[in-house]
């Protein structure tokens, strides 16, 4: 059964950086059939997709966030990590690792969330 | 980039009701990879209905969604007390990509 799990520090300051991991157990980060990826949640608000990443190392990002946002996976550990720079009170969020479909993996749905962990920016 | 937009923002309907929810994309959705997902209070998004009219597994067949291209709808019959929550479509068909609808709240009338 896959299982996806988020960590990292629940707070932060405004301008330092946000790092989060997330640990993928009952699936291996090097398949070729998926991407993986963060999605965010404001207190109160909607969805926002982050960034996706390729086991390879091929990262698409949101280009709203793209200047400050970087997504990467580490195939020996079996995880993937976001760092978001230059913090500021509007990344307050819940943010939540996926596992997400592509290609011929979409016939059977989107893909599998975590969680989610809060982030305050504080 | 695909926007998607939800009507009506807010449904408030009694229990036994039917809910009738809209998801409207700016272009055409790749493959109908068109997705619903219920949030409650607290959790994480529930996926319903994947592929804009599959079930996902566990998901009781008061739930349907239909649609294609740029319009799609989920269907909630006889609404029970757990269906009170907030529903997103997402669309998944411009991987790795993807966008959210602003959600429509179902709320007691």
């Known amino acids: 059964q896959l299982l996806l799990q988020e960590s990292g520090p629940g707070l932060v300051k405004p301008s330092e950086t946000l790092s989060l991991k997330c640990g993928v157990s009952g699936a291996s980060v090097s398949t070729s059939s998926y991407y993986w990826g963060w999605i965010r949640q404001s207190p109160g608000k909607g969805l926002e997709w982050i960034a996706s990443v390729f086991y390879s190392g091929r990262a698409s990002y949101n280009p709203s966030l793209k200047s400050r946002v970087t997504i990467s996976v580490d195939i020996s550990a079996n995880q993937f990590s976001l760092n978001v720079n230059s913090v500021t009170v509007a990344d307050t969020a819940v943010y939540y690792c996926?596992?997400?479909?592509?290609?011929?993996?979409?016939?059977?749905?989107?893909?599998?969330w975590g969680q989610g962990t809060l982030v305050t920016v504080s | 980039e695909i926007v998607l937009t939800q009507s009506p923002g807010i449904l408030s309907l009694s229990a036994g009701e039917r809910a009738t929810l809209s998801c409207r994309a700016s272009?055409?959705?790749?493959?109908?990879?068109l997705a619903w997902y219920q949030q409650k209070p607290g959790q994480a998004p529930r996926l319903l209905i994947y592929?804009?009219?599959n079930r996902a597994p566990g998901i009781p067949d008061r739930f349907s969604g239909s649609g294609s291209e740029t319009d799609f709808t989920l269907t909630i019959n006889r609404l029970e007390p757990g269906d009170f929550a907030v529903y997103f479509c997402q669309q998944y068909g411009s991987s790795p990509g993807l966008s959210f609808g602003p959600g429509t709240k179902v709320d007691i009338k």
């Open positions: 592929g804009a009219s």
């Open positions: 272009q055409s959705v790749s493959d109908n990879y």
């Open positions: 996926a596992r997400l479909c592509t290609g011929g993996s979409c016939y059977t749905g989107p893909g599998t």
